[in-house]
């Protein structure tokens, strides 16, 4: 009873959930069926559903038929996605014209950047170009994103040479994720090609983006926006290594992250700091309507701080798990608008209906599985985990309120989160509760001051002090959570979780769960309770 009355409170994650399920049958029978037959099957089951509609038929078969229509309009939109990921590949050089959308990246041969290209049969999609080391004054490695080539190449197919280096990651180094489908990742990323930029065959030259989508253009200009600010965090007063934090931590640029400063991350539990995330943009966010003061409820203000949330989404690169919390901020503001102030279940499958519907590739994508799954377990357990305490006794206790409120919510995000960490990276982290206690507050403060920093642009003393203080904090943190790395049994390394193991944990989740709610049936009489202290 009580799931049917939270799903009748929130029935996108119904639809959310028939898109998925219609989008999985898209994949999994691509190679049988075409877009032109899911296209007729989905009109056919749209006339039905009208018709039902119009009758006296049962609610419950008009819901069913409903349903399939969702299913059936999944699986023509992965289809479609499918076929527009599929090229024709030719044996001679044809001319290009593209963007510089990623950074160089130095390999053991060549140099590796991401190209958008902007005219041709390729045109609106990425491919990755190599070019060996060597003297030319052109060489790719002093090209920033933005910048324009033109010139002649072959295009290769992408998935033969993904099948032969799938074990490497997108950094070129080895990847130790037990499932990870390097395939599926570049459809997700839309690489479709790759090519050799041989010396003399191309050159700079201004390109016309009149073939990318309006987002494209947005994205490369507020890229291009991100390069001169990480420009001018190189100027300032930060080590190396608390550069490579601050970087990755404010502005999603992970290049400079060393392997060992990674691995202290992910053992202590504690690399989704370093993944932009609903955490920075929240900090951002409250940073922002902070500022605003008085005028939070005024409508060119909230107007401002939506901007602002997808100015800055755009510029670190759009990852899903930074489009899933700007459109969850952007429906709470509204919300805020209309004086409702609260988040439920229909905020995060809004999130996830657009995005599937906008890429049903994003599916697959590991961040953005972990970002749903971390909302979701905070928006399922955490009101459940909390009924053990007195809010009475919470709201007379700040302090205790805030140690609670990091452990509930740490925990909820890690139910969730937890399986799919192990199922992937074959790691579970033992003292992530700890790690939080040391990481969230440390990366505030950071992020905050980064932002002071770059306000005071024009007091040159100024700001060099706070990139002092930005970067003493960025080093307290890699060294705690260092510390945290090295205590025994850190973590548990190894596992092995089959597709079946999986869900089956899962299962588990979802009858904790089901106790919890429970045991909240019990306790609350009991709200007056006074916890021994």
Same mark, same amino acid.
């Given at each position: 009873?009580?799931?049917?009355?939270?799903?009748?409170?929130?029935?996108?994650?119904?639809?959310?959930?028939?898109?998925? #399920?219609?989008?999985?049958?898209?994949?999994?029978?691509?190679?049988?069926?075409?877009?032109?037959?899911?296209?007729?099957?989905?009109?056919?089951? $749209?006339?039905?559903?009208?018709? =039902?509609?119009?009758?006296?038929?049962?609610?419950?078969?008009?819901? #069913?038929?409903?349903?399939?229509?969702?299913?059936?309009?999944?699986?023509?939109?992965?289809?479609?996605?499918?076929?527009?990921?599929?090229?024709?590949?030719?044996?001679?050089?044809?001319?290009?014209?593209?963007?510089?959308?990623?950074?160089?990246?130095?390999?053991?041969?060549? +140099?590796?950047?991401?190209?958008?290209?902007?005219?041709?049969?390729?045109?609106?999609?990425?491919?990755?170009?190599?070019?060996?080391?060597?003297?030319?004054?052109?060489?790719?490695?002093?090209?920033?994103?933005?910048?324009?080539?033109?010139?002649?190449?072959?295009?290769?197919?992408?998935?033969?040479?993904?099948?032969?280096?799938?074990?490497?990651?997108?950094?070129?180094?080895?990847?130790?994720?037990?499932?990870?489908?390097?395939?599926?990742?570049?459809?997700?990323?839309?690489?479709?090609?790759?090519?050799?930029?041989?010396?003399?065959?191309?050159?700079?030259?201004?390109?016309?983006?009149?073939?990318?989508?309006?987002?494209?253009?947005?994205?490369?200009?507020?890229?291009?926006?991100?390069?001169?600010?990480?420009?001018?965090?190189?100027?300032?007063?930060?080590?190396?290594?608390?550069?490579?934090?601050? =970087?990755?931590?404010?502005?999603?640029?992970?290049?400079?992250?060393?392997?060992? +400063?990674?691995?202290?991350?992910?053992?202590?539990?504690?690399?989704?700091?370093?993944?932009?995330?609903?955490?920075?943009?929240?900090? +951002?966010?409250?940073?922002?309507?902070?500022?605003?003061?008085?005028?939070?409820?005024?409508?060119?203000?909230?107007?401002?701080?939506?901007?602002? !949330?997808?100015?800055?989404?755009?510029?670190?690169?759009?990852?899903?798990?930074? +489009?899933?919390?700007?459109?969850?901020?952007?429906?709470?503001?509204?919300?805020?608008?209309?004086?409702?102030?609260? !988040?439920?279940?229909?905020?995060?499958?809004?999130?996830?209906?657009?995005?599937?519907?906008?890429?049903?590739?994003?599916?697959?994508?590991?961040?953005?599985?972990?970002?749903?799954?971390?909302?979701?377990?905070?928006?399922?357990?955490?009101?459940? #985990?909390? !009924?053990?305490?007195?809010?009475?006794?919470?709201?007379?206790?700040?302090?205790?309120?805030?140690?609670?409120?990091?452990?509930?919510?740490?925990?909820?995000?890690?139910?969730?989160?937890?399986?799919?960490?192990?199922?992937?990276?074959?790691?579970?982290?033992?003292?992530?509760?700890?790690?939080?206690?040391?990481?969230?507050?440390?990366?505030?403060?950071?992020?905050?001051?980064? $932002?002071?920093?770059?306000?005071?642009?024009? $007091?040159?003393?100024?700001?060099?002090?706070?990139?002092?203080?930005?970067?003493?904090?960025?080093?307290?943190?890699?060294?705690?959570?260092?510390?945290?790395?090295?205590?025994? =049994?850190?973590?548990?390394?190894?596992?092995?979780?089959?597709?079946?193991?999986?869900?089956?944990?899962?299962?588990?989740?979802?009858?904790?769960?089901?106790?919890?709610?429970?045991?909240?049936?019990?306790?609350?009489?009991?709200?007056?309770?006074?916890?021994?202290?």
């Amino acid at each position: 009873m009580y799931m049917n009355s939270t799903l009748q409170l929130n029935p996108l994650v119904r639809v959310v959930a028939m898109l998925i #399920l219609g989008i999985a049958l898209g994949d999994v029978l691509a190679d049988v069926v075409g877009v032109r037959i899911w296209l007729g099957i989905f009109v056919v089951a $749209v006339a039905a559903a009208f018709v =039902a509609y119009n009758t006296n038929v049962r609610p419950m078969v008009q819901s #069913l038929m409903l349903f399939g229509c969702i299913i059936i309009g999944g699986a023509l939109r992965m289809s479609m996605s499918v076929e527009r990921s599929h090229f024709y590949f030719i044996q001679t050089s044809e001319p290009f014209s593209a963007v510089v959308s990623s950074m160089p990246i130095e390999r053991t041969k060549t +140099l590796r950047c991401e190209l958008t290209i902007a005219d041709g049969r390729f045109a609106g999609h990425r491919v990755y170009a190599y070019l060996p080391k060597g003297k030319d004054a052109n060489n790719i490695s002093a090209l920033s994103i933005g910048d324009g080539i033109v010139g002649y190449t072959q295009f290769l197919d992408i998935d033969d040479y993904s099948s032969q280096h799938g074990a490497y990651n997108k950094g070129g180094a080895y990847n130790i994720a037990t499932h990870f489908d390097y395939q599926r990742w570049l459809k997700v990323h839309d690489i479709v090609a790759r090519c050799f930029l041989r010396d003399g065959a191309w050159q700079r030259d201004v390109v016309q983006l009149d073939n990318l989508s309006g987002v494209q253009r947005v994205q490369l200009r507020c890229m291009t926006l991100r390069e001169k600010l990480l420009k001018r965090y190189r100027e300032l007063a930060i080590s190396n290594e608390a550069y490579g934090v601050v =970087a990755a931590m404010t502005l999603g640029d992970k290049s400079s992250l060393t392997a060992e +400063l990674r691995e202290s991350f992910s053992v202590s539990g504690a690399s989704h700091v370093l993944a932009l995330s609903g955490l920075h943009l929240g900090i +951002l966010y409250a940073l922002l309507v902070m500022f605003l003061g008085r005028r939070r409820h005024n409508i060119l203000m909230l107007a401002f701080v939506i901007i602002a !949330v997808w100015g800055y989404t755009a510029m670190v690169g759009m990852p899903f798990s930074l +489009l899933r919390s700007a459109f969850m901020l952007t429906l709470f503001t509204l919300a805020q608008m209309l004086q409702r102030n609260n !988040v439920s279940l229909n905020y995060l499958a809004f999130a996830a209906l657009v995005l599937l519907l906008a890429s049903p590739w994003s599916l697959w994508d590991v961040g953005f599985q972990m970002s749903f799954l971390a909302v979701l377990g905070i928006l399922l357990f955490n009101d459940r #985990l909390r !009924v053990f305490v007195s809010h009475k006794y919470l709201e007379t206790h700040p302090l205790v309120n805030w140690c609670f409120s990091m452990i509930v919510v740490s925990l909820s995000a890690q139910l969730m989160v937890a399986p799919l960490v192990a199922y992937y990276f074959g790691r579970f982290s033992c003292y992530f509760l700890l790690s939080n206690f040391i990481a969230i507050p440390l990366a505030t403060v950071l992020i905050y001051l980064s $932002v002071v920093m770059y306000a005071l642009f024009f $007091v040159p003393c100024l700001q060099g002090l706070v990139a002092i203080a930005v970067g003493w904090i960025a080093k307290a943190l890699t060294l705690s959570l260092a510390w945290v790395s090295s205590l025994p =049994a850190a973590s548990v390394d190894g596992i092995e979780l089959s597709n079946v193991q999986l869900w089956l944990v899962y299962l588990v989740v979802a009858v904790v769960y089901a106790l919890l709610f429970y045991l909240e049936k019990i306790y609350k009489p009991f709200d007056n309770f006074r916890p021994r202290v």
